[in-house]
């Protein structure tokens, strides 16, 4: 589903990815870990093609498809979402009105016409029940004044409406209690299908007991020194990144 091959990324002139590659197929869930600044958010915010980075070497493909040959909104369309793809306040723009857009968007892409306002709704609130969400949320303007844990489940929320291929998450967990990351656990699992891949970067292997990953990635200094199942995060956990470091330059 996912290819990427020997990544080389730039971000204002120094050097990011070095050397980058991951193979993801459909069904799969991946979690990316490692130290602060490893490169694990550019490696996302590059797949989805955020502006400001500069790709100098290597591949990324999406079913077979050149995904660096692609606008970003061209990406979106084919399948591949990044939450938070909004991560900024969108002043005086409704949840509501920003989730109808994008949904309709990728609708038309896939020769769809627009989903009728009460199928709209009934969409919206079931997943805003699942998300254990008040359906405030949707007259709120985009990310204005919620909290980190109330962005993350709308980051979730935006999945389950958008039903992208390829979700990618960036530190979901981050700033969510126990409660809400159950929340946000049991909405990033339902997500799950055959057809559908996840990739996620997280910092706590606490995650990976709600959400099973098949894939455990050690990201460090740019490229994947080390992947594995489960176990790999439990080992992190417990012995830090140190030892992956010094066995991957040894
Ligand atoms: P991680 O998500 O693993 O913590 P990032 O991908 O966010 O790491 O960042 C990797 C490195 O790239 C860091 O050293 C960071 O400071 C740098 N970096 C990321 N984005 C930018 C940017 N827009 N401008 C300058 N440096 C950046
Ligand atoms: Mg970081
Ligand atoms: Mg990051």
């Not at 955020?50 to 493909?61: H, P, R, S």
């Not at 199928?119 to 359906?135: N, T």
């Not at 109330?150 to 390829?166: A, D, F, G, V």
Request: negative net charge; charged residues 25%.
């Amino acid at each position: 589903m996912l290819e990427v091959k020997d990544l080389h990324v730039c971000v204002e002139g120094s050097k990011i990815l070095k050397g980058l590659s991951l193979t993801i197929l459909p069904g799969e869930v991946h979690a990316i870990m490692g130290p602060n600044g490893a490169g694990k958010s550019t490696l996302s915010a590059v797949i989805a093609g955020k502006q400001g980075y500069e790709v100098t070497a290597g591949t990324i493909t999406f079913e077979g498809r050149d995904v660096l040959d692609m606008e970003i909104e061209e990406r979106a369309q084919a399948g591949l979402l990044m939450g938070f793809q909004y991560p900024v306040e969108i002043p005086g723009v409704k949840n509501i009105y920003l989730l109808k857009a994008a949904l309709n968007a990728s609708r038309e892409a896939r020769g769809e016409s627009e989903i009728p306002a009460p199928e709209f709704m009934k969409l919206v609130k079931e997943k805003l029940a699942f998300m254990k969400m008040d359906s405030s949320f949707l007259q709120r303007a985009v990310n204005e004044g919620f909290s980190g844990g109330e962005k993350k489940r709308n980051e979730i929320l935006q999945m389950l409406i958008l039903e992208p291929k390829l979700a990618m998450l960036d530190e979901i967990d981050s700033g969510l209690d126990i409660d809400a990351m159950k929340i946000v656990a049991d909405g990033v699992n339902s997500l799950r299908n055959a057809d559908r891949a996840i990739l996620m970067v997280t910092h706590y292997q606490r995650l990976l007991d709600y959400i099973i990953p098949d894939k455990v990635h050690v990201l460090v200094g740019g490229r994947i020194v080390k992947s594995g199942d489960k176990n790999l995060a439990l080992e992190l956990e417990s012995r830090g990144y140190e030892w992956v470091v010094e066995e991957s330059a040894a």
